[in-house]
């Protein structure tokens, strides 16, 4: 039975941060707008496995997972334990430390192709970095993009969140989408011979029709650019050596970072020797570029996916999680409304308010249900090594509770606003072309 419960401390911190902190949060997705505000808690304290607990003492389990980094699960005993034996021994130093080359050597062996590897610590550094890599060697200055890539100006020029952003950053980059191969050759097309690198998520929810990745990569060196998979969610999670071991496609440069330190700041680019070599002739160089406890993380961490055959296991849960949900929409009869897509190992749920309902009043009347049954959710699954099979199975009841009431509002013709206890999640900023945004019936969700 659903409970609802406290979020006093939640909101006390909240609003000393609202004087403070612009935009509230250091995270766009971990900010009162993508969760019931109200309802869901906004500060957590904690974390063990697949659980966190907020800072009112509330346990939750979680999908969420940090927006994906923990593949093993929070407080990981192996992570911890090498990131403390670290701690003891020097977080960064004067000079080089041997981690830096013995993680490199772990990715070489594990990314199919990864033959050299330069660390950065946030997942934007990488693809930055391989975006400046591609222009020297290219001497080509335009960019093909496909899925989100980060912060930084050439990818939030053409967002609606580039204030501050000049303005040159919007003619260089350029969006295609996924699965059409025709709106990138119109990229080629419109600027011929100035193409630096065609950088893209290799795999979301969406499956590559017609050999769409391979194709990519025909394409990208026809017209003389580099291919770069940015594989800072598949990375680790959708098998060891991620898309690329899945598809069997090799792009020239990959951008790493997430689960390759379950939640220790750790980013990387990895490509092939000739390109990868071209850092030598330009500057990538910070002072924590070489520091140790995120190098520490990925030496416990990528060889216990390894060893644990983490990527195995998380879609044999998440085939369970991805059936179950669908089986339970039918028999409850709301499969119309609500689907869930994408690989087992890393699934999202769809909206469809059937022109009744709007979109993100269904997503917020789900995480709501779901927080009241103790269950963090933003309509995707970041499945980790920590979720069990009995943590699916509650997952499954609590569904059932959520979307049978769902069925009620239907039935009854309710005013769904008027079942959310508190402000409906608010839309993501609009990014283009984004096909993280799933499409039914000509509908984006
Ligand atoms: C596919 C992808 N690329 C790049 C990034 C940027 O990584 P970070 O937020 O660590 O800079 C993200 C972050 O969510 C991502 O999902």
Redesign the pocket.
């Known amino acids: 039975m659903s409970k609802k419960f406290s979020i006093a401390k939640s909101d006390e911190i909240y609003a000393r941060a609202q004087k403070v902190v612009p935009a509230g949060s250091q995270?766009f997705?971990k900010g009162v707008t993508q969760f019931v505000e109200g309802v869901a808690p906004k500060y957590l304290h904690r974390g063990k496995g697949a659980n966190v607990w907020d800072v009112d003492g509330n346990q939750f389990l979680d999908y969420v997972m940090a927006?994906?980094p923990i593949i093993l699960g929070y407080a990981d005993d192996d992570v911890n334990r090498a990131v403390v034996e670290q701690l003891e021994l020097g977080s960064t130093f004067s000079l080089m430390n041997e981690l830096e080359v013995e993680v490199t050597e772990k990715i070489i062996e594990t990314v199919p192709c990864a033959e050299a590897v330069r660390f950065g610590k946030?997942?934007?550094?990488?693809?930055s970095v391989g975006v400046r890599i591609a222009r020297a060697v290219t001497g080509r200055e335009h960019i093909a993009y496909c899925?989100?890539?980060?912060?930084h100006d050439w990818y939030i020029a053409n967002t609606d969140l580039n204030s501050g952003v000049p303005e040159f950053n919007k003619q260089l980059a350029h969006s295609f989408n996924y699965n059409d191969l025709d709106s990138l050759e119109s990229i080629f097309k419109a600027h011929p011979g100035e193409v630096a690198i065609v950088i893209m998520?290799p795999l979301t929810v969406l499956e590559p029709k017609d050999n769409f990745l391979a194709e990519v990569k025909k394409m990208a060196h026809h017209y003389g650019a580099l291919l770069m998979f940015?594989?800072?969610?598949?990375g680790f999670r959708f098998a060891i050596g991620g898309a690329q071991e899945l598809t069997g496609v090799t792009p020239d440069l990959t951008?790493l970072?997430?689960a390759v330190s379950n939640g220790i700041p750790l980013?990387a680019i990895c490509g092939k020797k000739d390109y990868l070599f071209a850092l030598e002739q330009t500057f990538f160089s910070f002072t924590y570029g070489g520091d140790c406890i995120g190098l520490a993380a990925a030496n416990a961490c990528i060889p216990k996916i390894q060893r644990e055959d983490v990527p195995g296991h998380l879609w044999k849960v998440g085939e369970k999680l991805k059936d179950g949900f669908n089986t339970l929409a039918e028999e409850i009869g709301v499969a119309d409304f609500f689907q869930c897509v994408g690989y087992p190992c890393r699934t999202v749920i769809t909206f469809d308010g059937q022109d009744r309902y709007n979109d993100l009043e269904m997503k917020s009347y789900i995480q709501q249900e779901l927080l009241y049954d103790g269950i963090l959710w933003a309509a995707y699954h970041a499945l980790s090594w920590a979720h069990k099979d009995e943590d699916i199975e509650r997952t499954l009841k609590a569904y059932e509770r959520a979307l049978t009431g769902f069925k009620k509002i239907v039935d009854k013709g309710l005013d769904l606003r008027s079942q959310i206890d508190g402000i409906p999640v608010r839309p993501v900023f609009r990014k283009v072309a984004d096909f993280n945004s799933y499409t039914r019936k000509g509908k984006k969700v």
């Open positions: 995270t997705s927006c994906h946030n997942g934007a550094d990488a693809t899925g989100y890539h980060g912060w998520e940015d594989e800072i969610i598949t951008s970072a997430k980013s």
